[in-house]
Structure formats: structure tokens, C-alpha cells
């Protein structure tokens, strides 16, 4: 069985206020490297596959601390590319209790904003591959990022890679004279696992419903392509404590996870790359999609405990909150 999972999409420095902090209050920042779609090949990286990430950074010591970050963490980064721009930022202040976590993006601009048609041989690159994984955060942030993103759909189309989209769509994002309407349906036509709420598609392809079921049933009929369409519901009780539960839907029966009371939760970015990565750690593997979501469900709920955006988790872990033993205790 091919074992590579190959990713597409933007990092940025992710600059933190200290503890609880609030902007106003920081005197300094924790630095550290993410991106959604990068997340997850590190996440699939710690699960024992090979994993690849595709991206472009500004071709000076940022680029380079990113791409050294990567490498620690075992992906494959023979494909970046590099240029003159400059590395996209965002800014978090942690929330707790009441108060809410805050998120301020500084990406205009960005290196992977430049990101050009053609520049990326993803034939070489999609041949032994297993898996390609796309979000909707790429399309939104160029016509250039839009465009090489279909660009690999249609190589992994081309070489039997079985695609995954994470929808999550983004309002604010789209600011180059296209809107979401006008790029996503192609590429979600491309797509065989889509991770989506019904806002998300609502505002990509114009189904709407009352309920997930519903409108899943609807896209997938739209769509034939799409196999399996899946999402997480969170209820925010606090910034502190959520609780947290996940359903596969597969055109005929839908399949629910355990809810997770996430309670002292010490960082909630990155969790739906946590559960975007249990699903593709799940059907690669060959589970049925009880045991899958049931496993993207505990990979999500244990990515709450980690600070930063990455779930830094073994399969061994995930399978172990699932089965519910050694929960909070000190393991020697």
C-alpha cells in the first residue's frame, strides 16, 4: 500500500500572546510555524505514514526557519519553493473562562499569495502518492493559489490519489475579485472526502438544508464524486471547556462519535486538522466509519491539550483515550 500523504497550502508564523494574555497587554510574542494543510501532514507523519508538503515560502531566514520546522517533524519538503515576498503572519490571543480566544491575520501579500500557475511538477510528485488534501482556505487567498490547487486535483485525479477537501470556508479571505461560488465548485467537484457544514456549503455551492444529512445528500448528489462527507459539532460552553462530538455520512447511514466534555482546554487552534487527519488515518487504514470518526473524534479531543497549531499525537494515544484507559493519569 502507497503510504505518502501529500499537502497543499500557506503557512504563517503564528505569533502568540504569552499565557492569557491580551494583546494590549504583551510585551513580547511566542513564535512558532503552521498551516492548516501542513498540520495535517504532521499529524499523518506521527501516525506512521510519509507525508509531503507543498507551499512557497519568501526565499530568506523565515522561509527557512518554516521549512526547518517541518523537517523536525518529518515531512517531506523537497517541493517548497521560494521567492521574494514575505512570509504571511497571524497574531492569537488566548481566551479563557468567558472571554473569547482572538485571531488577527497579517497575510496580505504573502509569498505563497505569488504562488504561480505551472510552477509546481505535481505529476512527479502525485505518483507515489496515496493521498492528496486540500482546504478551502487555498483558493480563497489568490487566482494564483486557486488555480495550482486545481492544478494538483486534477494530477491526483489523473494518478488514482484519493482526495480529501476541507471546505472551511472563509468570508473575509476572498479579496481578489473572485468569490467562493465562482472558484469551489470545480475543485470540490475533483474531491472524494469532504469535511463540511452546512454553511460551508451554502455559501460554496449554493445547497442548503435543514439538516447535515440533508444538505450532504444534496451536494452528493450534486456532486457524485464526493464518497463520504463528514464534520465536527462543538458546543462553546466557555473558551475553557467544549464539548466535542463528529459524524461520517456516507449517502446512506450516518455514523455519530462520543461526545468529549474538552474541559481547561489549553489550545483549540488546530483541531479540526487533528480531525481532518483521524479521518484520513482512519479510511487509509481501512476502518469502517464508526471506528473512523470515533478515532478523529479522540485525535481532535486530545489536540485541545497541546499547545500550538499541531496535534503532536501517536496512534497508541488516540486508540487509548478511545478505549478509555490511562485518562489524566502520570504514565512512568
Not at 459539532?233 to 473558551?239: C, K, L, T, V
Request: proline share 2%; net charge neutral; glycine share 8%.
Amino acid at each position: 500500500m502507497k503510504k505518502k500523504i501529500v499537502t497543499f497550502g500557506e503557512i504563517m508564523l503564528r505569533l502568540s500572546a504569552p499565557g492569557f494574555a491580551r494583546f494590549t497587554q504583551a510585551k513580547s510574542f511566542d513564535a512558532m510555524y503552521a498551516g492548516s494543510e501542513a498540520n495535517v501532514a504532521v499529524s499523518m507523519r506521527n501516525f506512521g505514514f510519509e507525508a509531503a508538503h507543498v507551499t512557497r515560502f519568501p526565499s530568506n531566514d523565515l522561509g527557512k526557519a518554516a521549512t526547518q520546522t517541518l523537517q523536525r517533524n518529518g515531512v517531506d519538503t523537497r517541493h517548497i519553493l521560494y521567492g521574494d515576498e514575505r512570509m504571511g503572519l497571524y497574531f492569537l490571543e488566548n481566551g479563557a473562562m468567558q472571554r473569547s480566544s482572538r485571531i488577527i491575520y497579517d497575510r496580505f501579500d504573502s509569498a505563497f499569495a505569488h504562488i504561480a500557475p505551472g510552477s509546481v511538477d505535481w505529476d512527479s510528485i502525485m505518483k507515489d502518492a496515496a493521498w492528496f488534501h486540500w482546504t478551502g482556505i487555498t483558493p480563497a487567498i489568490s487566482e494564483g493559489a486557486a488555480t495550482v490547487c486545481r492544478e494538483a486535483l486534477v494530477s491526483a485525479r489523473k494518478h488514482g490519489v484519493m482526495i480529501s477537501g476541507d471546505i472551511n470556508y472563509r468570508r473575509n479571505l476572498w479579496q481578489y475579485g473572485k468569490t467562493a461560488r465562482d472558484i469551489m465548485p470545480e475543485l470540490i467537484q475533483l474531491t472524494d472526502r469532504v469535511v463540511a457544514g452546512i454553511t460551508d456549503f451554502e455559501n460554496c455551492i449554493g445547497v442548503s438544508g435543514k439538516t447535515f444529512e440533508e444538505v450532504s445528500h444534496h451536494a452528493m448528489k450534486q456532486y457524485p464524486n464526493i464518497q463520504k462527507v463528514s464534520c465536527t459539532y462543538r458546543e462553546s460552553i466557555s473558551s475553557s471547556h467544549n464539548n466535542v462530538s463528529a459524524v461520517i455520512w456516507n449517502g446512506k447511514t450516518l455514523s455519530t462519535s462520543k461526545t468529549y466534555a474538552l474541559t481547561h482546554i489549553v489550545d483549540r487552534v488546530g483541531g479540526g486538522d487533528a480531525f481532518m487527519a483521524g479521518l484520513i488515518y482512519g479510511w487509509l487504514t481501512g476502518k469502517t466509519d464508526e471506528q473512523t470518526v470515533e478515532f478523529a473524534a479522540a485525535a481532535t479531543a486530545l489536540k485541545h491539550s497541546i499547545e500550538g497549531d499541531v496535534n503532536l499525537v501517536s496512534v497508541e494515544e488516540v486508540e487509548t483515550l478511545m478505549k478509555g484507559e490511562n485518562i489524566g493519569k502520570l504514565l512512568r
